[in-house]
């Protein structure tokens, strides 16, 4: 992180999880896309960013359980107006035998900066129990695979102190 913001190029090492041009509808009473919007982008980006470790949307109906995102962190860095282009990244921050801690972030392409980070912890949730459990050996495979890849970016920004992920953490 430098001056308290992501940094542009290392963002840029991350795939594009969408993209997007700020709308009409997007816009508040102050003439910038609503906080329910960025809310809205960085919260749909953060469970597609997953699907490479099997926990998009179609992890719930095959494993009979679910992310519960049960703490957020969001950091709004400068404006994105009407027209504006932007994409969308997630980095995997943590992940361990029951959860994940990603960050989003939503990137002004013209600008070539980062407009907005949601930071969560995802936790495994039996939908029988309504209980945290472990995931599936098949996916903690993935998310051993997603660990050693995000581990050889390079990325100065530091996270959110109040947010830990339980369980037997897998190195990032």
């Known amino acids: 992180m430098r001056g308290g913001r992501p940094v542009d190029d290392e963002v840029l090492r991350l795939p594009v999880v969408d993209r997007g ?43 009979q359980c679910g992310l519960f995102s049960v703490d957020h962190h969001a950091r ?58 472990p995931f599936s050996p098949g996916i903690i495979e993935r998310l051993n695979e997603a660990a050693r890849a995000a581990s050889e970016l390079e990325w100065t920004t530091k996270g959110c102190d109040s947010i830990a992920v339980p369980g037997t953490l897998i190195a990032v």
């Open 76 to 133: 709004y860095l400068s404006e994105l107006r009407l027209g504006a282009e932007y994409t969308t990244h997630v980095r995997l921050v943590e992940a361990s035998s029951c959860g994940v801690r990603t960050v989003a972030m939503l990137r002004d392409v013209k600008r070539q900066r980062i407009a907005c980070t949601l930071e969560s912890l995802l936790l495994n949730v039996d939908h029988g129990t309504r209980k945290v459990t």
């Open 21 to 63: 041009v700020v709308g009409t509808a997007d816009i508040d009473f102050n003439d910038h896309m609503n906080v329910n919007v960025y809310l809205r982008i960085l919260t749909t980006t953060t469970i597609r960013g997953l699907e490479y470790c099997g926990l998009g949307y179609d992890y719930a109906p095959r494993h």
